[in-house]
T-cell receptor, first 117, second 113 residues
Framework: KAGVTQTPRYLIKTRGQQVTLSCSPI?????VSWYQQTPGQGLQFLFE???????NKGNFPGRFSGRQFSNSRSEMNVSTLELGDSALYLC????????????????FGNGTRLTVT | GQQLNQSPQSMFIQEGEDVSMNCTSS?????WLWYKQDPGEGPVLLIA?????ELTSNGRLTAQFGITRKDSFLNISASIPSDVGIYFC?????????????FGTGTRLAVRP
């Protein structure tokens, strides 16, 4: 079974631009989450989507947004890029459903390395 | 953002040594996960723990879910060179509220020269 696929692997953008990152979850997984990883802050939760709806949101500014399509694929968008947005952006998927107690851990992709200059 | 306290921050190992690391939180979690991350790759799930007091093994790895629900530890027995990498713990509060994980600060394993 193919793992979580993220594209592109690397991106270089300049301040003020916007960027869109893509994630294809493991087949059958309906929950997709996004995390930002930096040396200073570690792994920080951005948001989670389930059945095309945002179910959870972390403490990031509104410049960070996302969406999920009917096939569970997800995109993340960052507008008006700042130098501090340089990071590894990780997507993760799980089988998580709405039923309480389902044991379904997150599986991560290899990330998109974004550099803002 | 919030991060769990993970220790040690880094450690050197020699092949064959046992390794221990732990993770503590000020909040309760009802799921603990341990991941390993190699350079240029995403975190890979090693062990998942779902019940307080649970002790689970995966090959040479053993992890426990603390009885207070505020901590977890990971042991690696008879370490080998490919164990080198960064290990992260992660806690999750409620599955019904979604898949939000809070990660630890990481433990970097390196080979002792």
């Amino acid at each position: 079974k193919a793992g979580v696929t993220q594209t592109p692997r690397y991106l270089i953008k300049t301040r003020g631009q916007q960027v869109t990152l893509s994630c294809s979850p493991i087949s059958g997984h309906r929950s997709v989450s996004w995390y930002q990883q930096t040396p200073g802050q570690g792994l920080q939760f951005l948001f989670e989507y389930f059945s095309e709806t945002q179910r959870n949101k972390g403490n990031f500014p509104g410049r960070f947004s996302g969406r999920q399509f009917s096939n569970s694929r997800s995109e993340m968008n960052v507008s008006t890029l700042e130098l501090g947005d340089s990071a590894l952006y990780l997507c993760a998927s799980s089988l998580a459903g709405s039923r309480w107690g389902m044991h379904s851990p997150l599986h991560f992709g290899n990330g998109t390395r974004l550099t803002v200059t | 953002g919030q991060q769990l306290n993970q220790s040690p921050q880094s450690m050197f190992i020699q092949e064959g040594e046992d390794v221990s690391m732990n993770c503590t939180s000020s909040s309760i979690f009802n799921t603990w996960l341990w991941y390993k991350q190699d350079p240029g790759e995403g975190p890979v799930l090693l062990i998942a723990l779902y019940k307080a007091g649970e002790l689970t093994s995966n090959g040479r790895l053993t992890a426990q879910f603390g009885i207070t629900r505020k901590d977890s530890f990971l042991n690696i027995s008879a370490s080998i060179p490919s164990d080198v990498g960064i290990y992260f713990c992660a806690g999750q509060l409620k599955k019904s509220s979604g898949d939000k994980l809070t990660f630890g600060t990481g433990t970097r394993l390196a080979v002792r020269p």
